[in-house]
């Protein structure tokens, strides 16, 4: 059964920095497209990006490109999401999603999440 756990989370002050770590565990990392997806207080859970086997396809929401990088370390079974120039209108709970369709549509396995705060 895939795990994954999320870490990296706080709070920051408007235009800093936080980097999330998502560690994978229980199957084959490589086999598994991951994404992060988050939600805000009273508000539906929203993706935020995707990345592919081999990080060679990513994706972003609107709302975050250009300040927002995923990536993965398939050697270490690791994905990451560094945020820079956060916004108070980040503020939520981030969740690691893995075997995600690409439509987006689909999710296999989510993670607790991890609560990220930005203060204006």
């Known amino acids: 059964q895939v795990q994954l756990v999320e870490s990296g989370g706080g709070l920051v002050q408007a235009g800093g920095s936080l980097r999330l770590s998502c560690t994978f565990s229980?199957?084959?990392?490589?086999?598994?497209?991951m994404a992060w997806f988050r939600q805000a207080p009273g508000q539906e859970r929203e993706f935020v990006a995707y990345?592919?086997?081999?990080?060679?396809?990513?994706q972003y929401a609107d709302s975050v490109k250009g300040r927002f990088t995923i990536s993965r370390d398939n050697a270490k079974s690791m994905m990451y999401l560094q945020m820079n120039s956060l916004k108070p209108e980040d503020t939520a709970v981030y969740y690691c999603?893995?075997?995600?369709?690409?439509?987006?549509?689909?999710?296999?396995?989510w993670g607790q999440g991890t609560q990220v705060t930005v203060s204006s």
């Open positions: 229980g199957r084959t990392f490589t086999r598994y497209t």
């Open positions: 999603a893995a075997d995600v369709s690409g439509s987006l549509s689909s999710v296999g396995f």
């Open positions: 990345i592919g086997y081999w990080s060679g396809s990513t």
